[in-house]
């Protein structure tokens, strides 16, 4: 069935608040560079607006050939009598593509901005150590394959949408604002990514005990948040009006609903961090913001004001576990925690829109089925690609690079130039 076209208002409207969406991606950029080390920051930004912008290339060329859209030419396979849509059939390079305010466009242009954020996710979980070059190739792959398949299945007519309809699961997976394309793809790939590339140097002690690494800068990290909630608002209200049939007279609760799962995630992080450690923690509470707002993703348009803040306050809990278990007890390097904050908030928020009311009998099963998908098929793919990356491009710099920082050894020049960013503490763990 193709997607119902928009009203000339409401197109406009939805063209509005994607133009607003990048302000999600450079509010991630910024709290990447903050919770990163200074020596690295300028090596943070520059690598987010790159990886941007090959995201873009490559989806332009070959992703939305893969991912489509609803109604337009697909391939399937008959399964018990019933067809199961698995990948699109499009031209490359967006040919035959009415590029005007229509709703096939409309979805073009969210898509370009929305797979330059799964690609920025990363950026936090490899800070200090990954390559730029490595970064913008593993980039390539995710906008050329990776994040096309998934969104096909859930945003373009695919098998999970499909769901409802052929197996009386609810309405299929559900995702309005893109909590398993977006966010938990991006944060599984970072998951892959710390993987692949090991802990920072001096991160973890012969024993195994993790060694604190501050982050740099708190107040990149909490300017990045306002700049993200900006941004989330506008990619959850267009996204709930392109790929979950929600009319624009919802737009409001759904910037109540982002807003207050934001707010209600901080407030239970500041309160863990400071009956944890004596006051609140500046980065950890900035970490449930943003977890917050990707918990939100999927179900904004649906929730009751009262059911989001339950789901932001279960997200600031979980997303300040996850942090911990992973460093603590899995030796997880991942400076920015976009593995909780992403993969964990986002799966979060998939199961959150079951709860909702306006949804059908069996819409947990076929949630649930989103997220075995990522967790047992996509975490796989995104690890093996990466892996096969590094293999033919090694993806992590040399023991140098990381004791000068990324800023000096990959771009000739620090971000902040008139200080010394290298303390004796930590020149005396190289010797």
Request: charged fraction near 10%.
């Amino acid at each position: 069935m193709p997607t119902p076209s928009l009203p000339p208002s409401e197109a406009v409207l939805c063209f509005v608040l994607i133009l607003l969406v990048p302000f999600a991606g450079a509010g991630l950029a910024l709290v990447n560079s903050g919770l990163g080390r200074c020596r690295s920051a300028a090596h943070v930004m520059l690598a987010s607006l790159c990886v941007v912008g090959v995201s873009a290339l490559v989806y332009v060329a070959v992703g939305f050939s893969w991912q489509g859209a609803i109604g337009r030419p697909a391939h399937s396979a008959l399964i018990g009598a019933k067809p199961w849509n698995w990948i699109a059939a499009q031209p490359f390079f967006l040919r035959g593509m009415s590029l005007d305010v229509s709703t096939d466009s409309l979805v073009v242009l969210l898509q370009i901005f929305s797979v330059g954020l799964a690609a920025i996710i990363p950026l936090s979980a490899g800070s200090d150590r990954w390559r730029l070059g490595a970064a913008c190739a593993s980039s390539g792959v995710l906008a050329g394959w990776t994040y096309p398949l998934f969104a096909h299945w859930v945003w373009g007519g695919g098998w999970l949408s499909q769901l409802g309809a052929n197996s009386g699961l609810g309405r299929g997976l559900v995702d309005g604002g893109g909590a398993s394309t977006i966010q938990v793809v991006g944060g599984l790939t970072a998951l892959a990514i710390t993987w692949i590339l090991g802990p920072r140097h001096g991160k973890f002690s012969s024993d195994g005990v993790p060694a604190a690494i501050p982050g740099h800068n708190a107040i990149l990290v909490l300017a990045g948040c306002f700049a993200a909630w900006i941004g989330w608002i506008a990619l959850n209200s267009a996204g709930a009006v392109l790929f979950a049939a929600v009319t624009t007279q919802k737009l409001v609760l759904i910037a109540i609903n982002t807003t207050l799962s934001a707010v209600a995630s901080a407030l239970t992080a500041a309160l863990i961090t400071r009956v944890k450690f004596g006051r609140p923690d500046a980065s950890l509470t900035a970490n449930g913001w943003i977890g917050g707002l990707v918990a939100s993703s999927a179900a904004a348009a649906f929730l009751k004001p009262a059911a989001a803040i339950l789901v932001g306050g279960i997200a600031g809990a979980l997303i300040l576990g996850a942090i911990d278990l992973m460093e603590a007890r899995l030796a997880i390097d991942d400076p920015g925690g976009a593995v909780a904050v992403h993969a964990v908030g986002g799966i979060l928020g998939l199961l959150a829109v079951s709860v909702s009311e306006a949804q059908q009998s069996g819409q947990f099963l076929a949630q649930l089925a989103g997220v075995s998908t990522l967790v047992g098929f996509v975490l796989p793919l995104t690890y093996g690609l990466n892996w096969l990356l590094d293999r033919f491009y090694p993806q992590r710099v040399n023991a140098e690079g990381e004791r000068q920082g990324m800023d000096l050894y990959e771009l000739g020049a620090g971000a902040y130039p008139e200080f010394v960013v290298h303390s004796e503490e930590f020149s005396q763990r190289w010797n």
